[in-house]
T-cell receptor
Framework: AQSVTQPDIHITVSEGASLELRCNYS??????LFWYVQSPGQGLQLLLK??????LVQGIKGFEAEFKRSQSSFNLRKPSVHWSDAAEYFC??????????????FGKGTHLIIQP | DTEVTQTPKHLVMGMTNKKSLKCEQH?????MYWYKQKAKKPPELMFV???????INESVPSRFSPECPNSSLLNLHLHALQPEDSALYLC??????????FGPGTRLTVL
């Protein structure tokens, strides 16, 4: 079965500084990979996804992520964070099952705190 | 448009009540999902409907009963819940093996 590890439970970053959130996955083949963001009491918003092709993917709100097969990683980055980026970030995977629907497996999440 | 709507936004119910959560999408997606999220935890999959048929049930207690009346609607019927069932219930939809789009959730409190 697939699994996702987000090693950092909390990260504190100063406003304007760069950000990297780590995500490692365990799966026999290449899964589909996602980053979602969740503000308190809200649903999940998709930031970006990786299915295949270019390993550097661009998302919304200035986020990007890089897929590294050799490291089984899919780290999220942003060059300059804004106070509005404070939220919970989830990395998630879903197996490529040949077309059938399957549930997402989430990491435990990283809580991002922005210092003024 | 990638909108999934959920009603109600908040729900408070007693342990003997019967209530329903509703989810709707008009993106033509053929897969719909229910997730449960406890505070400070990631979402956990409960059910998956594919082409209006239940395809995955993650050993959810029978007090939760899903229903998919048509390709745009997904319900979750609740009966005889326990206080530990209090959580944020999230609905999502996707085009089969593709990106899942989430609704805003229903915050459920069981007294």
């Amino acid at each position: 079965a697939q699994s996702v590890t987000q090693p950092d439970i909390h990260i504190t970053v100063s406003e304007g500084a760069s950000l990297e959130l780590r995500c490692n996955y365990s799966y026999g083949a290449t899964p589909y990979l996602f980053w979602y963001v969740q503000s308190p009491g809200q649903g999940l918003q998709l930031l970006l996804k990786y299915f295949s092709g270019d390993t550097l993917v661009q998302g919304i709100k200035g986020f990007e992520a890089e897929f590294k097969r050799s490291q089984s990683s899919f780290n999220l980055r942003k060059p300059s964070v804004h106070w509005s980026d404070a939220a919970e970030y989830f990395c998630a995977v879903v197996p490529y099952s040949g077309g059938g629907a399957d549930g997402l497996t989430f990491g435990k999440g990283t809580h991002l705190i922005i210092q003024p | 448009d990638t909108e999934v709507t959920q009603t109600p936004k908040h729900l408070v119910m007693g342990m003997t009540n019967k209530k329903s959560l509703k989810c709707e999408q008009h993106m033509g997606h053929r897969a719909m999902y229910w997730y449960k999220q406890k505070a400070k935890k990631p979402p956990e999959l409960m059910f998956v409907y594919s082409y209006e048929k239940l395809s995955i049930n993650e050993s959810v207690p029978s007090r939760f009963s899903p229903e998919c009346p048509n390709s745009s609607l997904l319900n979750l019927h609740l009966h005889a819940l326990q206080p530990e069932d209090s959580a944020l219930y999230l609905c999502a939809s996707s085009s089969e093996a593709d990106t899942q789009y989430f609704g805003p959730g229903t915050r459920l409190t069981v007294l």
